[in-house]
C-alpha cells in the first residue's frame, strides 16, 4: 500500500484518517478541498485542478483525500488502495455539526483564508451548508463506493471499508499495515527519517477542529463541487 484514496462523507473523519496513514507510511499527504477552494470560495478552473492533482498521482506513494468525481479517475488509475470511512449518519452528523460550532465560534481558517460561519449552520441549501450537504449525501456515497468496490473497472483497487472509528484505528493498528511501511523504508532509496507531520508536502492548512471530529470537509460551500 503506497497510493491511497481516502473517501467518505464529509464530517467522517476522513482527512484525519489520512494524515495518520501517511504519516505511518511516510508519503505526502493531499486534501483534495485545499486545491479545489481558493480564496473566497473560488473554485480552480477544472484544467488546473486536473492538472495539480496529476502532479502529485504521479508519484511513487501519497495519501489524497477527496471525493471529486471531475479527479477520480486521475486519483483511482494510480492509487493502490481505496479506503472508504463509511460512519453512520448519526454518527456523521453529530460530528459535523460540532466540528461547524467549533469552526464557526472560532473563526478558523480552513484553506486559502477560507472559513465556515455559524450562519451556514440555518441553511438548508447544501451549496451552502456543510452540515446540510453531509446528510442529504450519505446515502449518496454509499451507494456510489458500493457501486464502485462491485465495478470490474476497479478490479486493481483494493477497497476498505471501515464502518467505526474503532475499525479505523484498528487499522492503523494492523502489523501488516506497520511491517509493509517499515519494508519500504528500510530499502534502498526509502525515506528512513521520522515524520513530525503528516508529511511535508500536506497542502491542507484547515488542520484538526476538534478531538471529536477532526477532519475538513470534501466541499465547504460556495462554490463548484465539480461533481463532488
Not at 98 to 113: D, F, P, Q, S, V
Not at 158 to 166: D, E, M, P, Y
Request: glycine share 8%; proline share 6%.
Amino acid at each position: 500500500m503506497r497510493r491511497v484514496s481516502v473517501v467518505g462523507n464529509s464530517g467522517s473523519g476522513k482527512t484525519t484518517l489520512g494524515k495518520r496513514l501517511a504519516a505511518l507510511l511516510r508519503v505526502p499527504f493531499l486534501e483534495l478541498d485545499s486545491v479545489q477552494h481558493q480564496p473566497n470560495w473560488e473554485p480552480l478552473p477544472l484544467e488546473e485542478f486536473r492538472a495539480r492533482v496529476a502532479a502529485v498521482v504521479a508519484g511513487d506513494g501519497w495519501v489524497i483525500d477527496g471525493n471529486y468525481r471531475a479527479v477520480r479517475d486521475l486519483v483511482w488509475a494510480r492509487a493502490d488502495t481505496v479506503i472508504w470511512f463509511d460512519l453512520p449518519r448519526g454518527t456523521v452528523m453529530r460530528q459535523v455539526i460540532r466540528r461547524t460550532i467549533l469552526r464557526g465560534a472560532m473563526r478558523k481558517e480552513l484553506w486559502n483564508g477560507n472559513r465556515e460561519t455559524l450562519r451556514s449552520l440555518l441553511s438548508w441549501d447544501p451549496e451552502k451548508s456543510v452540515v446540510r450537504w453531509a446528510w442529504v449525501k450519505h446515502a449518496d456515497y454509499r451507494r456510489r463506493y458500493s457501486e464502485a468496490s462491485a465495478d470490474p473497472a476497479s478490479a486493481h483497487l483494493r477497497f476498505v471499508r471501515l464502518r467505526s472509528r474503532a475499525e479505523a484505528d484498528a487499522f492503523l493498528c494492523d502489523d501488516a499495515l506497520l511491517d509493509a511501511s517499515r519494508r519500504d523504508h528500510a530499502s534502498p532509496g526509502g525515506d528512513a527519517s521520522p515524520r513530525d507531520d503528516a508529511s511535508p508536502g500536506d497542502t491542507s492548512p484547515g488542520g484538526d477542529a476538534s478531538p471529536g471530529d477532526t477532519s475538513p470537509r470534501d466541499d465547504v460551500g460556495g462554490g463548484t463541487h465539480l461533481g463532488e
